[in-house]
């Protein structure tokens, strides 16, 4: 049921990506001051509301770790991480090419671009702290509890335009989208494809991550059953 569903999960996957391609490049018209460069802004937000979902993803499989001890939350949460830093490396990528003809330069330190920046180093050191402890329940434990904190950043870049003065545009505002109709159609059939490439990416970096510990235990094994036999 499972090589079923991520079958299933891959192939509505494609079709997405491929519906998100054709809004972007043929659907949606070019904006009226920007051009076919506006069209950058589809990859952008879808990439960056799927580092969010990863986000929060490693934050609720962290408290799960926590309260039940189950190694598939802690799978899944740096199956997240990872593909979660991935799609925020793809929002620091398109944010300058996207700025650099608009702000006249590649990176100004607006409060969205920092706060994502922070994020960003915030899960590489989520990354780098799970490589840097050897001991695998003292690992989960410790990730966990920084995945937990380090989702504070979150609502920060989300609420940053607002908090602060920013000359990042504000698409959302009284609960509506400051876009023209088309435009808003092609951001959101990219924003599926985009969750639904995160959750197709997530799926197969746990099912990796668990083979990887069900090959360590197995390795375990052998080495304690051979060391059984010595004389």
């Known amino acids: ?50 580092a969010m979902l990863a986000f929060f993803v490693v934050f609720a499989t962290g408290i799960g770790y926590l309260v039940t001890r189950r190694t598939a939350f802690d799978h899944v949460a740096v199956a997240s991480a990872e ?13 300058p090419i996207w700025a650099r003809p608009v702000w006249n330069t590649w990176w100004t330190w607006d409060p969205r671009l920092t706060t994502t920046l922070i994020l960003w180093f915030i ?14 329940a003292r690992r989960r434990v410790v990730a966990s509890i920084f995945g937990i904190i380090g989702f504070a950043d979150v609502p920060i870049v989300h609420f940053s335009v607002t908090w602060w003065r920013s000359i990042h545009p504000n698409l959302f505002s009284g609960g509506s989208i400051n ?3 088309a435009m808003t159609r092609a951001l959101m059939v990219n924003g599926i494809a985009f969750v639904l490439l995160y959750a197709l990416l997530t799926w197969l970096r746990a099912r990796l ?23």
């Open 123 to 136: 899960y590489i050191a989520y990354l780098l702290l799970r490589s840097s402890i050897a001991d695998d």
């Open 1 to 50: 049921m499972r090589g079923k569903g991520l079958t299933f999960l891959a192939a509505v996957t494609f079709v997405a990506v491929l519906a998100g391609l054709y809004m972007t490049f043929v659907y949606a018209p070019p904006e009226r001051f920007m051009g076919d460069l506006q069209r950058l802004m589809y990859f952008h937000i879808a990439s960056a509301w799927a």
């Open 179 to 181: 876009m023209d109709p």
């Open 83 to 95: 593909v979660g830093v991935f799609f925020t490396t793809l929002v620091l990528i398109t944010g």
């Open 209 to 231: 991550e668990a083979v990887r510990d069900e090959a360590a235990a197995l390795r375990h094994r052998v080495y304690d059953m051979a060391d059984g036999d010595r004389p």
